[in-house]
Antibody
Framework: EVQLVESGGGLVQPGGSLRLSCAAS????????MNWVRQAPGKGLEWVSF?????LYAESVKGRFTISRDNAKNSVFLQMNSLRADDTAVYFC???????????????????????WGQGTMVTVSS | DIQLTQSPSFLSASVGDRVTITCRAS??????LAWYQQKPGKAPKLLIY???TLQSGVPSRFSGSGSGTEFTLTVSSLQPEDFATYYC????????FGGGTKVEIK
């Protein structure tokens, strides 16, 4: 079964750090780009970060969050530093399914639609 | 950055209704658009990619159309399991989402 499972969420104080993990199974992980998406309580979806041939970050997390992957462990990670109250959200990892055409510009190709999602892990930033 | 505006934000409908949700992009994005369905407490589910291609396993009552700056998601005959929130997403550089449309039971 194709599956993504997030872990590492929890309660952290403002200014603190947290590292999220997403374990993949059931597919050739190294062949796929990955994303992190978050959803604040009662709010909509917010794309956070992408890792493919390059990494990308939303403006709201740039300089504070770092995405990485370990293909040997079939995992993608999100290191979150200098956390703020507005980072409180459920964090989902999601696979770029390689479906349809990819937008390419300047020799760089970007993410396609997200076909597989994890169940999410809750991050609460509060004192 | 390209912004996506969904309308309406809320929609009240009955089982069997035909429902259409619109997503407008602040600049042309060709067909680089996806639609997702999300139910409370669950992860989103991909419905449509490349603006009009139905994801495998998604019922044929869902359809997508449009290109450039205006896109629509249509449910031809709303079923009880379709009451959810729907999001569009553009897939050019930063894959940002629209604000969502909540479809509620009338």
């Amino acid at each position: 079964e194709v599956q993504l499972v997030e872990s590492g969420g929890g309660l952290v104080q403002p200014g603190g750090s947290l590292r999220l993990s997403c374990a993949a199974s059931g597919f050739s992980f190294s062949s796929y780009s990955m994303n992190w998406v978050r959803q604040a309580p009662g709010k909509g979806l917010e794309w956070v970060s992408f890792i493919g041939s390059m990494t990308l970050y939303a403006e709201s997390v740039k300089g504070r969050f770092t995405i990485s992957r370990d293909n040997a462990k079939n995992s993608v990670f999100l290191q979150m530093n200098s956390l703020r109250a507005d980072d409180t959200a459920v964090y989902f990892c999601a696979r770029d399914g390689g479906l349809g055409p990819s937008f390419c510009s300047g020799g760089t190709c970007y993410s396609r639609s997200f076909d597989i999602w994890g169940q999410g892990t809750m991050v609460t930033v509060s004192s | 950055d390209i912004q996506l505006t969904q309308s309406p934000s809320f929609l009240s409908a009955s089982v069997g209704d035909r429902v259409t949700i619109t997503c407008r992009a602040s600049q042309g994005i060709s067909s680089y658009l996806a639609w997702y369905q999300q139910k409370p407490g669950k992860a989103p589910k991909l419905l449509i990619y490349a603006a009009s291609t139905l994801q495998s396993g998604v019922p044929s009552r869902f359809s997508g159309s449009g290109s450039g700056t205006e896109f629509t998601l249509t449910v031809s005959s709303l079923q009880p399991e379709d009451f959810a929130t729907y999001y569009c997403q553009h897939l050019t550089t930063y894959p940002l989402f629209g604000g969502g449309t909540k479809v509620e039971i009338k």
